[in-house]
């Protein structure tokens, strides 16, 4: 698959969606959405052999800049709070041991 058509995107597209909920939304809470923005990187991650760090980083840079420059602040902080926990997880992939092949 290309970069320009990459898994990330529709993560990434998944994130400005959940995003917009939760600025619409006060009465969502941060964690569980957080949460389940995750779980659907862990089944990305899981589903596939290739660059997992890459995959993530590609998804934290763009949503990273997106926190930034947003106004809303409820938007600001879900976006901070996946950026966050993507750069997290990568962090992990790249700390794990490699298995022999």
Partial sequence: ???EF??????RKLAQQM???Y?????LALAPLLA???DEVEVNVA??????????????APLQLDAEVTL??????????????????????????TLPA
Avoid: C, N, T, W
């Fill in 72 to 97: 809303d602040p409820r938007r600001k902080e879900f976006l901070q709070a996946v950026a966050d926990a993507l750069q997290d997880r990568i962090k992990r992939e790249l700390d794990a041991p």
């Fill in 1 to 3: 698959m290309s970069v």
């Fill in 47 to 60: 589903s596939d052999q290739y660059d997992h760090a890459g995959f993530m980083e590609r998804m934290r």
């Fill in 6 to 11: 990459g898994p990330y995107i529709q993560m």
């Fill in 36 to 38: 389940h923005f995750m």
């Fill in 23 to 27: 600025q619409k939304d006060a009465k």
């Fill in 19 to 21: 995003a917009i909920q």
